[in-house]
Every structure is written in C-alpha cells, then in structure tokens.
C-alpha cells in the first residue's frame, strides 16, 4: 500500500495492521447507502466479526455513518475508517454475531486462493 495513497479517515488507525479480528476472504456483492444518498454496489471483498473491506467505484466522505446490506441480511450501520483509491475500510457499529460471521463466509466464500 502506497502511504501517500493511503488515506485515514477518522485518525483512528495508522498504516500497517490494526484490526480487531481475524479477517476472511469473500466476494460478495452488496450496496451501500450514505445518509441522504442513494444507494450504490459494491464488492465486499474481505469480511470480519468487526468490519469488512469493500470496492467502491462511488467516492465516500467518510463523515457520515454508511449503511452496508448484503443479500437476505438486513442494513448493517457501519463507519468508513480508511480509503486507498477505490478501497475502503469500514467497521461495524455493532459486531456481527460469530453464527452470522460463519454463515455469510461459508456462503460466499472468495474465488481467489491465498497466495495467488
């Protein structure tokens, strides 16, 4: 990741690794909605009990609280904390349950192989 790329949204995290939990491998097509915005696609491509990061094409401020709804689930309220060009960081208000967690990641797991 290039630093000067490489934008922190709410100051909360610097460069390098500093999540809560444990991340996996997904490719899940979803929507998010801004506050007052319409709502827009996204890819999520890696998910954890905290939060998830996603491919955005749709510029995101990061000011306002995001609402994340992926297939057959209700919206999940969530907050951007990073940005790298059409990459997000984002981490859920309130953790998903780990039963909610297994079951989206056995659901839709990543196409990709570690290490590809």
């Known amino acids: 990741m290039n630093e000067k790329s490489h934008h922190i949204l709410n100051g909360k995290f610097g460069l390098g690794d500093h999540r809560l939990a444990t991340r996996a491998g997904v490719e899940i097509p979803a929507k998010i909605r801004e506050p007052g915005m319409g709502r827009v696609g996204v890819m999520v491509i890696d998910l954890s009990l905290t939060g998830f990061r996603m491919r955005c094409m749709t510029r995101l401020t990061g000011e306002k609280p995001i609402f994340m709804t992926l297939p057959s689930f ?3 309220e969530s ?3 990073w940005c790298d060009g059409d990459l997000y960081g984002c981490q859920f208000v309130q953790a998903l349950y780990p039963a909610v967690f297994d079951h989206i ?3 839709y797991p990543s196409l990709k192989r570690v290490g590809s």
């Open 105 to 107: 990641v056995s659901k």
């Open 79 to 81: 907050k951007v904390c």
């Open 74 to 76: 209700a919206a999940l």
